[in-house]
């Protein structure tokens, strides 16, 4: 039986599966930050950090302030609970769920065999050397392996041998992630890292399908074919024999939304909110507007990121961050950390057409607590967007 949900149902229904409505009345700790992590399954990485690394952004949208060196402690060492991998892209994932990827690991293995100029058919001594330096030494980074003859040059954005090396081993699951230092990935051995346990779990590609996209349901809440595939850049088909099997056993529920356009399914134990209250500012790369076509389909929001976008065609800003309020996305704000002033800077900020009236206020509320979070003193605001002014006087 096809059950409606409107437009407006679908946006709580995922805003409450990404952990939105909730914030705990406590201080947020270890258990908290690792139940954020569980429930939306990853936290997509990405270097860019004239505001704040991607990966920490979640967890203050939809907890608050937090010590960030406990999110790091839960990605490093042998006690982390998460790992990294090529899940939707450069991921934190809880630790459980990388052996799901042995068939993505076998599948870039298989193509560097079949591709005859590879980069490893060549190089293959230096992978075997690389191997060996991490089972007499432990986890290192690669600034840690590498020696004078490597040369920083060629294709792979100038990486040296050893760093390609390693991103190879690292796509076929031969080296792992042992956490990062400032930033820098440590790789080690699988067995250096993981459990005997975790490293003898044999999963079938079928079986690992149908559990990512589980996991994929469960953090969407209700969503498309298209939606459940692309949070662990799964292919369609693959992904829709596991929609239909778990809506075969009951997991899944078939669900028209009005306007949407393509079948949706309906996660069993997703919760329906009557109202949302949220008010957060988002990553670029936050799992709520990362696919764009989602993010127009549920918001009505038109959005792209303009970090590659040459400096005089940008229309928003470099970093702009979208501004979640209610269950509605209603602008965006360019932000900069400019830590040496100590000053949290607003390059810019807009509002869509039908933002609310107090989305100034909300919004300067946000970037207070934003700015005490990131040790700042003071929040500035250009002169520039249809929000600007607004928001520089909430401000003052």
């Given amino acids: 039986m096809v059950t409606t949900v409107s437009p407006a149902l679908a946006r709580r229904i995922a805003l409450a599966a990404q952990g939105f409505g909730a914030r705990p009345g406590s201080a947020v700790g270890i258990r908290q930050l690792t139940g954020l992590v569980n429930r939306l399954e990853l936290l997509q ?7 704040e690394r991607s990966h920490y952004l979640p967890a203050f949208s939809r907890l608050g302030a937090y010590d960030k060196a406990q999110l790091d402690r839960l990605t490093t060492g042998r006690e982390a609970r998460f790992t990294e991998y090529w899940a939707h892209e450069a991921s934190f994932l809880p630790v459980e769920v990388w052996p799901l990827f042995h068939w993505r690991m076998q599948n870039y293995r298989d193509r560097s065999a079949r591709t005859p100029d590879d980069w490893s058919h060549a190089n293959r001594p230096m992978l075997d050397w690389l191997l060996a330096e991490l089972a ?3 986890p290192m980074r690669a600034s840690a392996i590498e020696h004078d003859a490597n040369k920083r040059s060629g294709p792979w954005w100038g990486w040296s041998e050893v760093k390609t090396g390693l991103e190879i081993l690292f796509r076929w699951g031969d080296v792992v992630s042992a956490g990062r230092i400032r930033f820098e990935r440590v790789y080690a051995l699988p067995e250096q890292v993981f459990s005997p346990e975790l490293l003898g779990t044999e999963i079938s590609e079928a079986d690992a399908h149908r559990e990512l996209v589980r996991r994929s349901a469960r953090a969407h809440g209700i969503g498309t074919v298209k939606d459940f595939a692309d949070y662990f850049r799964l292919k369609s088909a ?3 024999s596991a929609i239909l099997e778990l809506e075969e056993a009951g997991e899944l529920l078939p669900v028209e939304v009005a306007g949407w356009g393509a079948r949706a399914w309906l996660h069993r134990d997703a919760r329906l909110p009557r109202a949302m209250d949220a008010q957060a ?3 670029p790369f936050d799992p709520v507007v990362w696919e764009r076509a989602r993010a127009l389909r549920l918001f009505n929001f038109h959005y792209r990121i303009e970090i590659y976008t040459p400096q005089p065609k940008r229309v928003f800003g470099y970093y702009s961050l979208p501004i979640l309020l209610g269950d509605m996305i209603v602008g965006r704000v360019d932000l900069k950390n400019d830590r040496q002033a100590g000053v949290l800077r607003v390059q810019s900020a807009w509002a869509e ?3 609310p009236t107090d989305t100034a206020g909300r919004l300067a509320q946000v970037l207070r607590e ?7 003193e003071e929040v500035v605001v250009a002169p520039r967007g249809n929000l600007a002014g607004g928001l520089a006087a909430e401000l003052r």
């Fill in 136 to 138: 007499a030494n432990g």
């Fill in 281 to 283: 500012v988002l990553s």
């Fill in 45 to 51: 990485i990405d270097s860019v950090n004239v505001f």
């Fill in 370 to 376: 934003a700015a005490l979070w990131q040790g700042l």
């Fill in 238 to 240: 693959p992904a829709l």
């Fill in 353 to 355: 057409p039908a933002a």
